[in-house]
């Protein structure tokens, strides 16, 4: 699902749990569970590469996951690429302290590098000017152009999909 929902710069992300056949997947819950205590039931893997938009994809699905069925989920990161984030633990898609992940980010853009070109995402909750009012949507900015959509995911493909129009223009 989620690791063929895109291309990754960094490893396909894979899951892990008790119900898991392969060696490295067995291994590598049956640790995490001796660490972390009898209540893991799953656990997730990916090399993050220093990829900033492969994290917070990653960071924004584990924050979905943890709203939408209501259970906890963290991630441990010692080189996290997104504003140094080592650790995150989320309840119910909050973080801890009660704010949003979003509340978070908002401070500064993600920035995504392509072909010599830089793609800025701005979360929702990013504001572009002090006195201007937070977007409900993820704005992106490429080669002087600022649009925006609902998802990040969307934002990607969209700003990939004008990255790739320039390309073909020779611009």
Known sequence: MLGEARAWRCGTPWVASSQSRGLFEMEFFRHLK???GSTLTAAGFVKMAGDETDALIITIFMRDLSAEYGIRTSIRDEDHPLAKLRRLD???GRLPSGQSLEDVLAKRPVIKKVEGERIFFYPPTFRLHSQGPPSPEWAYALCGIRA????LLEAEQEALKILRGFGHLGA
């Open 90 to 92: 989320f309840g119910r």
């Open 148 to 151: 925006y959509a609902p998802t």
């Open 34 to 36: 001796n660490d972390e």
